[in-house]
């Protein structure tokens, strides 16, 4: 169990992650999360704006166009192989039974999630922390067409990448301080995308045929 939380410790210090795991962590970790169906728990809002802040800073010494392309790629490319994923094995991932990282009530929520956005949920998916991780898989599983996909999954890949890096990176700039309260600022990234998800799931819920 302490390992457990050490292990949850570590994922959700965002600033010891990128300190540490440099660029090539920061990839794997954005492409895990938007297309393996266990990395739905990695942070990845406050991971990209977490780089974007300390790139500001220059504590996190990567040119910030290096940064922002090669993290849009990571995105787009982990979304493709959950389309893929979906695709091909759609039917066995949906009938998982629950595991530690698994949870059918997650497939739940972004099935009325893309039920009332169809494709447009690819681009204000990313927004949503678990969603953004099976949306693409639901695209794949129900046959969306492969370049409609990849339109949506571009767009939104560049949306969320090119605000959420940017506005760290210019209040890095702007007031460097800000180092001194990330905990903080993450922790208000948490609460913030889990409130939008839980009202989400509520909502969608009321709208379900009975």
């Known amino acids: 169990m302490e390992d457990f939380t050490e292990f949850f410790t570590i994922i959700l210090d965002t600033e010891k992650l990128i300190t540490y795991g440099g660029l090539t962590l920061l990839l794997i970790i954005v492409f895990a999360e938007t297309g393996l169906f266990f990395g739905f728990f990695f942070p990845g809002d406050a991971l990209l ?111 969320w990448i090119w605000t959420l890096i940017p506005i760290g990176y210019f209040l890095g700039k702007q007031y460097p301080q800000l180092i001194n309260k990330l905990e903080y600022i993450i922790i208000g990234f948490v609460l913030v995308t889990t409130i939008i998800l839980i009202k989400g799931s509520l909502k969608f819920k009321k709208q379900e045929p009975v």
Request: glycine share 10%; hydrophobic share 50%; with cysteine.
């Open 49 to 159: 704006f977490s780089s974007g802040l300390l790139c500001g800073t220059e504590l996190f010494d990567v040119n910030i166009l290096l940064l922002l392309f090669t993290v849009t790629f990571a995105a787009f490319s982990g979304n493709a192989i959950g389309y893929i994923s979906g695709k091909f094995f759609g039917k066995k991932l949906f009938a998982k039974d629950d595991s530690f990282f698994f949870k059918k009530r997650h497939l739940e929520q972004t099935k009325l999630f893309y039920a009332k956005f169809g494709g447009t949920s690819l681009i204000a998916g990313r927004f949503l922390p678990i969603v953004r991780t099976f949306v693409p898989m639901f695209a794949g599983a129900t046959d969306m067409n492969f370049w409609k996909f990849n339109l949506y999954n571009l767009i939104g890949a560049f949306l």
